[in-house]
């Protein structure tokens, strides 16, 4: 495996709530639980709310950088988005182009959140999908909705072993959605990332009193994994944001499903013809062709190259280099057995649209 891949790697949780909006945990909590499980980073999204900012918790707590955004909604409760980077709440009622075109304007970014939620059971939890796909301007897409998976695997409240395993059941990212991101990103790059929607949900079980997913249980689900160029400087806590938001905008990394592993020290990079290494997600230099996909994965694994949203080769072990000698939009999906462990932020190699 080559080593002229120079980067730092970060590992985070992304879209969590607190009790300053609908999530069970306060600010405390979630920080010493995120940094007991060893994070390097955490994106909080109460529902149109940035109090824990005005409360004084974006920042660093010890080695942890936490960074408040918000989740947005249209005025029928759907179209569902997380807005990182704002400096207010935008208006609350207003079209869902409408609050990502403000975000942006306040120099945000934003996610579209559980894109493609489908179930219909459970009055309470009814599904929050993005209905309005002729928006333009959003930043990516949460490609694996932790709370989603559990909740659409959970068809009865007889699923008890579902209650108390819940991470077992997140096996992979829906087709559709994969398909749908390959052809945006065939367009103009869309940056994706892996969402944990944390509530620390509580069920009455008669008079009994059950916590779902303690947060605990919660940070060792979807992660999100960024490469930046240097250590998050913990002295500038606005550049260490900085920072991570734009490696997140331009999907400088991959998602990771810590219940099949640890994907900390995974390696996904492009090898020019020049042997320039590329990191996944939107390159300031388009590639010189032919190039090489390297992977080098901690455990050993069935590694696939994506190629416009067709698998074209396929690597078992724990390394792989897969030749590039076309342009395209190539990613890697990374399989324990039958459940998948990592998805790469793709690699555009060519010119827009491909």
Not at 75 to 86: E, F, K, M, V
Not at 160 to 180: N, S
Not at 227 to 233: A, M
Not at 328 to 348: C, D, M, Q
Request: charged content about 20%.
């Amino acid at each position: 495996m080559n080593s002229s891949f120079d980067h730092t790697e970060l590992c985070g949780a992304i879209h969590l709530h607190t009790t300053f909006s609908d999530g069970g945990v306060t600010y405390p909590v979630l920080i010493e639980a995120a940094r007991q499980v060893g994070l390097d980073y955490i994106v909080v999204t109460d529902h149109a709310s940035l109090a824990g900012r005005e409360a004084g918790y974006e920042g660093f707590f010890g080695d942890l950088l936490v960074c408040v955004g918000y989740e947005h909604n249209d005025a029928a409760n759907l179209n569902h988005y997380l807005a990182l980077g704002c400096d207010t709440v935008v208006t609350f009622h207003d079209t869902p182009q409408g609050y990502v075109d403000r975000i942006k304007a306040q120099g945000g970014i934003g996610f579209i959140a559980h894109p493609i939620e489908v179930r219909h059971y459970f009055a309470k939890y009814p599904p929050y999908p993005w209905k309005d796909w002729n928006v333009s301007g959003f930043d990516g897409v949460e490609l694996w909705n932790q709370m989603s998976d559990w909740l659409e695997n959970l068809k009865s409240p007889l699923h008890f072993v579902k209650l108390f395993y819940p991470r077992r059941f997140l096996l992979e990212v829906k087709r559709e959605l994969l398909e749908h991101w390959d052809a945006l990103n065939r367009t103009r790059f869309v940056s994706g990332i892996g969402g944990v929607d944390a509530h620390t949900m509580k069920m009455k079980l008669g008079p009994f009193g059950l916590t779902i997913f303690p947060i605990k249980v919660e940070l060792k689900g979807i992660r999100t994994h960024v490469y930046v160029d240097r250590q998050l400087p913990p002295a500038d806590a606005p550049g260490a944001k900085a920072m991570l938001l734009s490696a997140l905008k331009n999907g400088n990394g991959f998602v990771s499903n810590f219940r099949r592993g640890d994907a900390k020290g995974t390696l996904i990079f492009l090898l020019d013809k020049q042997g320039r290494a590329f990191s996944p997600g939107l390159c300031a230099t388009v590639p010189e062709l032919p190039a090489r996909l390297c992977v080098s994965v901690p455990d050993k694994s069935e590694v696939r190259l994506i190629r416009n949203g067709q698998r074209c080769a396929v690597c078992i072990g724990r390394q792989a280099e897969f030749p590039i000698t076309s342009e395209g939009i190539y990613r890697i999906e990374v399989f324990k057995g039958k459940y998948a462990w990592i998805y790469s932020n793709p690699f555009p190699v060519g010119r827009y649209p491909l």
